[in-house]
């Protein structure tokens, strides 16, 4: 069949175009993503000398009750990396007097992560930071999208995270 150049396109079917607009809005999802990894890293670098993966492990290791300490399994398990991953990020924060790494008391096979006052004064300093960068970036009258953004992405988390379709 020979399509003209005058003629338009044939409509796609409905599933396809269904299917499209899936892939599209995944790919403004990434680029978005990419976008806010990129702004907020650099404001991390600038204003406290953190990547934005140092700042994550930080986060995630106040989360963990203090006297205990967040495991590295965990860590590894919140950030979505490998092990090795995890002791390389940690490497760096202990290196930065942020945490201290710790045998566990009951378990020599694990490894804690306790952050240091100076690591939990620089927790606090980087969300400051983060949330000023995106008041910055999102104007205020999408604040109510933005927070839905955020439950949607934490739900889908969740969900991914039990082995349940997102």
Known sequence: MVLSMTAPPPAPDPDTRAAEDDVSGLLDVVRLQIVLWNRVDRRLRDELGLTLGQFETLWFAARAPEEAGARTVDLAHALRI????????????????????????????????????????R?????????????ETFPADRAADLA???????????????????
């Open 82 to 121: 490998t092990a090795g991953g995890v002791s390389k990020l940690v490497d760096r924060v202990v290196g930065l007097g942020l945490a201290e790494r710790e045998p566990d008391a009951t378990d020599r096979r694990v490894t804690r992560v306790r952050l240091t006052a100076a690591g939990r004064d």
């Open 123 to 135: 927790t606090r300093r980087g969300v400051d930071v983060c949330a000023a960068e995106l008041r």
């Open 148 to 166: 839905a953004l955020g439950r949607l992405a934490t739900g889908l988390l969740a969900a991914e995270r039990q082995g349940g379709a997102a």
